[in-house]
């Protein structure tokens, strides 16, 4: 009952004047987990062609995209996807990723040693 509820709300989590945490639940839209994976594929995508890795990746995200559609079509939950998205883009980015951090860890200790 409480995960039906969390599947169909966003939850909120804010504080009022008086410094008291409140949670706020908002109706999802329909399609906003649709609309997150897409922009998460159109990232991931966007990386693909910066590094030049098309011709190795292209089928993997098309089928990947047709699996996506295909869900929507029957009306099946995406929420599966969201993992095999995480899959599919540790496949690609591989070790880039760590050295994404890397750089990050490095600005943010910039920043507060200055």
Do not use: W
């Amino acid at each position: 009952m409480f995960t039906d509820y969390l599947l169909n709300y966003t939850i909120i989590k804010a504080k009022n004047d008086c410094g008291e945490e409140r949670f706020i639940a908002m109706e999802k839209e329909v399609d906003q987990d649709l609309d997150i994976l897409v922009t998460k594929c159109k990232r991931l995508l966007s990386f693909v062609e910066s590094r030049g890795l098309q011709e190795k990746y292209t089928q993997t995200l098309v089928d990947f995209g047709n699996e996506i559609e295909h869900c929507v079509q029957i009306q099946k939950s995406i929420d599966p996807l969201f993992d095999k998205y995480e899959e599919i883009k540790k496949l690609i980015k591989g070790n880039s990723m760590s050295s994404t951090h890397l750089s990050q860890d490095m600005i943010y200790e910039n920043i507060h040693l200055s």
